[in-house]
């Protein structure tokens, strides 16, 4: 029963990329107890990462998952926090905005709110903003990577070297306690030091599923980013250590 157990709860896992903690409670009709163990054991093996309230494969530190991928896991948590953190933008704002399917979500959600300059190396970003007259959007030159609509390159990097802002809203392919903020594409994260070093306040965007994920690169330690926007299923344990960093933690409903 026990591996029989652990066997449903890897093929869950493969075919939804998350499983949670309560639902498995349920299915198998075992204390939480039980289910911890199971979750520790295969985390101990390599098979799964434990997150809040659950756990979801492990991440390949190297390889991103497709846009199309990305764009629909965790929606509702990314709309959310893309919501929440227009909360933070005030008129007249100068800001940048990496890309990414959360940054995305912001972009989506300053519609019609506010009236300021973004400064963004993603062409959907982009398309979005500039269907609101009061946002002034300017677009990085660059090479455009296929898929993502994004530009990077060292035209890019010349671009964004140009521009001093009061914001960047990051979108980041992992944050750890040990490594910071990381994230796959090289030229990108190049782009995103860049922005990092010209701005004011530094306010990653990132699901549940990015906390404890340490991606290829890395873009910059923890000590750089003032403020992370999350939702409830984030590790409470890592939250807690950035707020005694002195890190905002801002966490979405």
């Known amino acids: 029963m026990l591996q029989e157990r652990r066997k449903k709860i890897m093929e869950m896992l493969q075919e939804d990329e998350i499983v949670k903690v309560s ?9 939480i107890e039980t289910i911890r163990r199971d979750l520790e054991y295969l985390e101990e093996r390599g098979s799964l990462s434990r997150v809040y309230g659950g756990a ?3 991440q390949p530190k190297a390889i991103e998952p497709s846009y199309e991928k990305r764009e629909v896991k ?7 926090i893309g919501e929440k953190a227009v909360e933070l933008v005030q008129d007249n704002d100068i800001i940048a905005i990496d890309i990414g399917t959360t940054t995305l979500e912001f972009a989506k959600a300053l519609v019609g709110k506010k009236r300021i300059t973004v400064i963004t190396n993603s062409m ?37 070297n140009r521009f001093n802002t009061e914001k960047l809203f990051l979108g980041i392919g992992g944050l750890s306690l040990t490594k910071g903020l990381t994230d796959y594409h090289m030229e990108e994260t190049n782009l995103r030091r860049i922005a990092i070093a010209n ?21 910059c330690g923890l000590e750089d980013m003032d403020i992370l926007v999350t939702d409830s299923q984030a590790d409470h344990s890592v939250m807690s250590k950035l707020q005694e960093m002195g890190i905002d933690v801002i966490v979405s409903k």
């Open 23 to 31: 639902e498995l409670m349920h299915l198998f009709d075992v204390s």
């Open 56 to 58: 979801v494969l492990p």
């Open 74 to 80: 965790n929606f509702d948590e990314k709309k959310a």
């Open 124 to 160: 959907k970003i982009a398309m979005v903003l500039t269907v609101d007259p009061d946002i002034r959007v300017i677009m990085l030159g660059g090479e455009v990577r296929s898929g993502e609509f994004s530009v990077s390159g060292s035209l890019a990097v010349s671009d964004m």
């Open 199 to 219: 701005t004011q306040k530094v306010i990653a965007l990132a699901d549940y599923s990015k906390i404890g994920v340490i991606a290829m690169n890395n873009v």
